[in-house]
């Protein structure tokens, strides 16, 4: 059998040259672009359109590192055509089976492809977050305050209303300064990624057909993020007036809502609900956007390492047992 590093590289290699790479990385970079953008015009654009000359929804706040995780919901979907074509193309011109002749073990073959769309997640999305912070650099700091008036101000003061009175066509900016919780929060996402990425390598595995692939790793990216609207509203707070309190501070504020999660909820229900919240990706991403890194952060880690490994451990099962050429189990 030939090493298992010779082939890891290998897809390394294949995967920054392949065009579905670029176009994964332009797509995301797009996204990451269009949030601050759109952001600034209609902050600017309702400033003049405006008869007063501004209102309170002129006020905008709580962007800074918090687009970076909103960045995880898109991701799913870019990951999913990028894997389902990267690694489908392999089983439309026969590639796999010529690397299986040639000595590649199929567990060695199945980590190479698992191991090449995990560095390309992961700088796809470090990418994206990059340009995302350069914009708003950009957007909010430089284009902005020749519009409107800029008032730089802490995360207590934006979330506790009665504290601040708000100027009519003035922005409100703030940026979470604690850098551990924004180190530990990236930490999540890395791990958030692996779980897109050992799906979707599964599902292509399995399906071993592109075409295939790709409508099934689609459906599955609607599906998570689906389901993950659902879920979220279902175990969302909804006594609001014992989140918030003059006195709080940004962190007791997150607590609270950490807290009240689920309360509208009971019993093996609520319990279902509250596993699925913090196990799915996309949900784990909300959270993220919310509370940077919920007391429920380590969880997350340790449900995405459950994740990544039962579906590597039997995509490598599955794809081990089956013909190439039939899809059904070989003896």
């Known amino acids: 059998m030939l090493k298992v590093s010779n082939i890891i590289s290998s897809e390394f290699s294949r995967l920054f040259k392949s065009r579905i790479f670029k176009i994964a990385l332009i797509a995301a970079s797009v996204v990451s672009v269009s949030f601050p953008v ?193 879920v979220s509203a279902k175990v969302m707070p909804v006594s609001y007036d014992m989140i918030y309190d003059g006195n709080d501070s940004i962190v007791d504020i997150y607590e609270k809502e950490e807290s009240l999660r689920g309360e509208a909820l009971s019993g093996t229900i609520k319990n279902i609900m509250l596993f699925i919240d913090d196990a799915l990706p996309y949900t784990q991403g909300l959270a993220l956007n919310d509370s940077y890194f919920p007391k429920r952060g380590f969880k997350f880690i340790l449900c995405d390492i459950g994740i990544v490994s039962l579906l590597t451990a039997a995509g490598i099962l599955l794809f081990t047992k089956r013909d190439l050429r039939s899809g059904v189990k070989s003896d």
């Open 38 to 230: 759109y952001e600034t015009i209609m902050k600017i654009s309702q400033r003049y359109s405006s008869p007063s000359g501004g209102e309170t929804g002129l006020c905008f706040y709580g962007y800074g590192f918090q687009y970076c995780f909103f960045l995880t919901a898109p991701l799913g979907f870019i990951s999913a055509v990028m894997i389902s074509i990267f690694v489908g193309y392999e089983f439309s011109n026969s590639t796999i089976s010529n690397k299986i002749i040639s000595g590649h073990s199929r567990p060695s073959i199945y980590l190479a492809y698992f191991a090449a769309c995990y560095l390309g997640g992961i700088i796809i999305y470090f990418s994206s977050v990059v340009l995302n912070m350069l914009i708003q650099f950009i957007c909010f700091w430089i284009i902005s305050p020749l519009y409107l008036k800029r008032v730089i101000t802490t995360a207590e003061e934006v979330f506790n209303h009665d504290s601040m009175s708000y100027e009519e066509g003035t922005i409100y900016f703030y940026f979470i300064s604690d850098w551990g919780v924004v180190i530990r929060a990236f930490i999540v996402v890395i791990f958030l990624i692996a779980v897109f990425c050992a799906l979707f390598t599964f599902i292509v595995m399995i399906a071993q057909s592109k075409p295939r692939s790709v409508i099934i790793c689609l459906v599955a990216a609607i599906a998570i993020s689906s389901w993950g609207e659902i």
